[in-house]
């Protein structure tokens, strides 16, 4: 009699990380760090963290163009961007990808990159800096949003008359609501009258008057625009 013939079990592969299986179903339930990593490639704060790690080796390097997602999930990086990707989603940042050549070009170190403090820093300056294009669309997007999910008001042209004065602190310490709207309209020079001494300190360095006053001189036609904007939208 011939010997009996040993065929060797089927094999599957994880094409991720090379490890084999003897059942299919098991390399379908399987779940590597790779495969995890290919399979968040289109999450907000991934593409986030993608986007700022190509900032990087762009700064850094001069260029980013043979930087591909392939190279990002190989990279010993990814974890630490990542991390600042989910943590721009969390606080929901006004402008990442200034917030991000902001830490670069101040040799920010990318282990600190989420912490708070330095997100407050920037935040100050960039403030300072934007239009007011920018700031005045921003600001009435969040008052809509505020409107549509508040009990106080029903139209957002009450934002700063009977919106939560604890809100509006947030949005303004978060740079959602910028000076540019607050120190324009009446309803916000108003509501920053009427806030207690607490709260007034934790607005203070968003809202600096002194710099602020000397900003609207100097850029008296946007002023006024804003100005013109915010009283059309009857705030």
Not at 106 to 134: R, T, V
Request: with cysteine.
């Amino acid at each position: 009699m011939g010997g009996m013939k040993n065929e060797s079990s089927p094999s599957y592969k994880c094409k991720y990380c090379d490890t084999s299986f003897r059942k299919e179903t098991t390399l379908v339930h399987h779940m590597c760090e790779m495969k995890r990593r290919w399979q968040q490639e289109k999450d907000t704060g991934v593409q986030i963290g993608l986007r700022a790690y190509l900032k990087f080796y762009e700064i850094t390097q001069g260029s980013a163009k043979t930087k591909s997602y392939s190279d990002f999930v190989e990279s010993p990086y990814y974890s630490a961007f990542v991390k600042f990707g989910q943590y721009n989603v969390s606080i929901r940042s006004i402008n990442y990808i200034n917030f991000t050549e902001w830490l670069l070009k101040n040799n920010k170190k990318l282990d600190y990159w989420c912490k708070d403090s330095l997100y407050s820093e920037w935040l100050i300056e960039y403030l300072k800096k934007e239009s007011p294009q920018d700031a005045l669309e921003r600001a009435l997007k969040e008052m809509e949003e505020y409107a549509d999910g508040s009990n106080n008001i029903t139209n957002f042209s009450d934002y700063f008359k009977h919106g939560s004065s604890h809100s509006i602190c947030f949005h303004i310490t978060t740079g959602r609501i910028s000076p540019w709207v607050v120190y324009n309209c009446d309803s916000g020079i108003d509501f920053l009258a009427n806030l207690n001494e607490e709260q007034v300190v934790l607005v203070m360095p968003w809202i600096d008057p002194d710099y602020w006053n000397r900003k609207f001189r100097d850029y008296l036609a946007d002023a006024e625009w804003c100005r013109y904007i915010l009283k059309e939208a009857r705030l």
